[in-house]
């Protein structure tokens, strides 16, 4: 692909007009501007990005593909506002922004979190250019990596690892959860934009997902230790100040960069179930564990 | 009906067991433990009930209405948890009993309710004995009216209002969207569990769940200044003390009275949109006029 970069950005306007789109449908109040808000701004899409390209790849509706990534995104943006909050990880600052409950109150976030969560099933079962079996489907893969046995359940281990000391397994098991799931959706949710989707390419896009998080996460890692503070936007060896529980510290740093390479690997090969050209994944995932940021 | 309040204690009875084996799935975590605690209790189940009974009004599958109508309680029960946060209503006791923050810390409340939140639409994505078609209008009728242009903004035109002098009409649209809205579900996707549901149901379940919700939240007005505060649970006179913009400030203690039985019989008239027996619906609507607490 001659400039991925560039592609990911036509995404992202597209995933960004589709927001402002299915946003305005709502009544104006401070909640739908404190949705706007956090569903704004400069963020890449990787999760819509996704849904796209293994639409793509399956030969899905792009519009139903559109949507399902506009669902997965108010998800993603909903679960930040919510750990953002003063009793979760209290955070003032959102991508080098006030974090929503700065701009818009605490009660008005909390409110924001729970009507972006909502709003992600509105779209599904509005979804454009889909068959009602799939769209059932969505709703439940959606729901259940979303839920207390995907993400919310990895939020729970992250809180109950901060008094503890937890096995690499329980911390690769809190990544899979609190970061692969929603990943997991994404991909998942792009083969279900394809009436005909069926098992075999939803397992290959999961074994994708789960090697893209979990390399994603460990590379999260790395950045904490040997990233640059500006590039990233945020200090830089906070996992250490905070004694937070990563996999970099039963890996070392070298042991970490290792098992990147590998997972990014697996994600690559992952995309081998597919007979359809998936450039963009690969580039994806290789632009992942490269990143700087 | 012979004895109504039986009938009723059935229904609920009915509606905490599948609680029970829908929470089962899943995995023990202190979150679940949070859900379970505040799906428990003694609650009387009236939104699943009224889901119970348009199922049965119309023919359709008790399977699905209680999936359903679980589905419809999740999402109450949700609504509580995250009311009772600090930041929102700050209420230490519901139902007589701590509050999920009391009793779980506000961290995994908030995360109880984003969970329940969540599996509400698992349920209806995995609902027992409905079709597809359904299923997605189900999940459309719930996020609507549970979402910013449902319970969420009642909510928020509550916190809006808390500053200001709203109108005796903003007030209504205030009861609208923050008890009716919820209500109107429940009646909704009780038409939903019969596959053959059409649009003249829906619009008189609609129609029924308007005025029964609208009649509910005025005796809660009255309740408020002529209730005995052990039968209600909570201090009486709190509407005033907190000086909270009520309808009953506009109506009068005798016009809230006149509007909650004009209400009510209203709800009653829009059964006649349906063939089938009514009577617990009905019995329903002058219980909650008549009710003490």
Chains 1, 2 share one sequence.
Do not use: W
């Not at 990880?89 to 009507?115: T, V």
């Not at 779209?123 to 995907?150: I, P, R, T």
């Amino acid at each position: 692909m001659t400039d991925f970069n560039q592609y990911l950005k036509n995404a992202a306007s597209e995933v960004s007009a589709r927001l402002d789109t299915l946003m305005s449908r709502r009544a104006s109040s401070v909640v739908t501007e404190a949705m706007k808000y956090s569903l704004g701004g400069t963020g890449k899409r990787i999760r819509p990005f996704i849904t796209l390209e293994f639409s793509k790849l399956c030969g899905g509706s792009r519009e139903a593909a559109l949507d399902f990534g506009c669902a997965v995104e108010m998800i993603h943006t909903y679960s930040l506002i919510h750990d953002d909050l003063p009793c979760m990880d209290n955070d003032d600052l959102r991508r080098g922004k006030p974090s929503c409950h700065i701009a818009f109150g605490e009660d008005n976030a909390l409110l924001a979190g729970d009507a972006l969560l909502t709003e992600a099933f509105s779209v599904l079962a509005n979804a454009q250019n889909v068959c009602d079996k799939n769209k059932v489907k969505a709703v439940g893969f959606l729901s259940e990596l979303a839920g207390v046995d995907g993400m919310v359940g990895g939020q729970v281990l992250d809180l109950a690892f901060e008094s503890g000391a937890p096995s690499l397994d329980e911390i690769y098991s809190m990544y899979s959860l609190k970061t692969c799931a929603l990943i997991k959706a994404s991909a998942v949710l792009g083969c279900l934009a394809f009436d005909g989707c069926n098992e075999k390419m939803i397992q290959a896009a999961g074994d994708y997902a789960y090697n893209l998080g979990m390399a994603f996460q460990i590379v999260d890692d790395i950045l904490d230790v040997t990233g640059n503070q500006e590039l990233l936007g945020k200090p830089v060896g906070s996992d250490d100040k905070n004694d937070k529980s990563t996999a970099l510290k039963y890996l070392g740093l070298d042991g970490a960069k290792d098992a990147a390479v590998k997972l990014t690997n697996k994600a690559v090969e992952a995309l081998n179930g597919f007979d359809g050209d998936s450039e963009a994944l690969k580039e994806l995932a290789f632009a992942m564990a490269d990143r700087k940021f």
